[in-house]
T-cell receptor, first 116, second 115 residues
C-alpha cells in the first residue's frame, strides 16, 4: 500500500528565510506523480507544485522548489524568501492509477508558521 | 478558473439525522472526490466518482454513501449521522486521466458538527 509520511507536524520560519518541509513515501510503482498542496487558514486547498516521477529534474515554481530523490523515495519542499502569506498547512500527496481509477494519498500535513 | 463549490461552510446536525453535502464543479471534470479532514490524520478519501452514476469506495466509506446524477454535481450522504462523523469535508474534482499532468481542485470545505 502506498503511504505518505510527513515527519514534521509543525515548522516555523522567519520572514525572508528559507524552510524545507520533508516528505517520504512508500511505493512499488515506477510511474507516479507527487504533489505539494497548501491550505491557508480558513481557505481553500491549492496546488503548490507537482513532480512526475520519471523526470529527474526537480520542479520549481517561483519561490517554491522540490528536492526529489526517487531512490530514497523523498520529496521535500523548499520555500525561499518566506512570506507571511506562506503560513498554512502543507500536504504532500502521491497519485497513481490502478485500472480505471486514480487515488490521491495524502500525508498528515505540516503546519508552517511564518514569524515577522 | 476552476470553481468547486460546496453547499455549506458550516453545518450542525443532530445524531441520527440524514445529512446531504453537495458539491458542484463548473469545469466539466469527469472525476470528483469526497475527503474527510481531521487534525493529525490529514485527508482521507471517502468516495470518488469518475463518471455519472459511477462511484468507487475510498479508504473510509463506512457510514457514507454518494450520488452522482449529473456530471457537475457529487453528493455525500450520511444516512444516520453520528458524533464520530464530526469533521471537515472537502470535495475535489479533476479532469479525466490522460489529459495532461492535472491536479485536483478543491472546494472550500464544509465543517460538519454532529451533536
Amino acid at each position: 500500500a502506498q503511504t505518505v509520511t510527513q515527519s514534521q507536524p509543525e515548522m516555523s520560519v522567519q520572514e525572508a528565510e528559507t524552510v524545507t518541509l520533508s516528505c517520504t513515501y512508500d511505493t512499488s510503482e515506477s510511474d507516479y506523480y507527487l504533489f505539494w498542496y497548501k491550505q491557508p487558514p480558513s481557505r481553500q486547498m491549492i496546488l503548490v507544485i507537482r513532480q512526475e516521477a520519471y523526470k529527474q529534474q526537480n520542479a520549481t515554481e517561483n519561490r517554491f522548489s522540490v528536492n526529489f530523490q526517487k531512490a530514497a523515495k523523498s520529496f521535500s519542499l523548499k520555500i525561499s524568501d518566506s512570506q507571511l502569506g506562506d503560513a498554512a498547512m502543507y500536504f504532500c500527496a502521491y497519485r497513481r492509477y490502478q485500472g480505471g481509477s486514480e487515488k490521491l494519498v495524502f500525508g498528515k500535513g505540516t503546519k508552517l508558521t511564518v514569524n515577522p | 478558473d476552476v470553481k468547486v463549490t460546496q453547499s455549506s461552510r458550516y453545518l450542525v446536525k443532530r445524531t441520527g439525522e440524514k445529512v446531504f453535502l453537495e458539491c458542484v464543479q463548473d469545469m466539466d471534470h469527469e472525476n470528483m472526490f469526497w475527503y474527510r479532514q481531521d487534525p493529525g490524520l490529514g485527508l482521507r478519501l471517502i468516495y470518488f466518482s469518475y463518471d455519472v452514476k459511477m462511484k468507487e469506495k475510498g479508504d473510509i466509506p463506512e457510514g457514507y454513501s454518494v450520488s452522482r446524477e449529473k456530471k457537475e454535481r457529487f453528493s455525500l450522504i450520511l444516512e444516520s449521522a453520528s458524533t464520530n462523523q464530526t469533521s471537515m469535508y472537502l470535495c475535489a474534482s479533476s479532469p479525466l486521466r490522460g489529459q495532461g499532468l492535472y491536479e485536483q481542485y478543491f472546494g472550500p470545505g464544509t465543517r460538519l458538527t454532529v451533536t
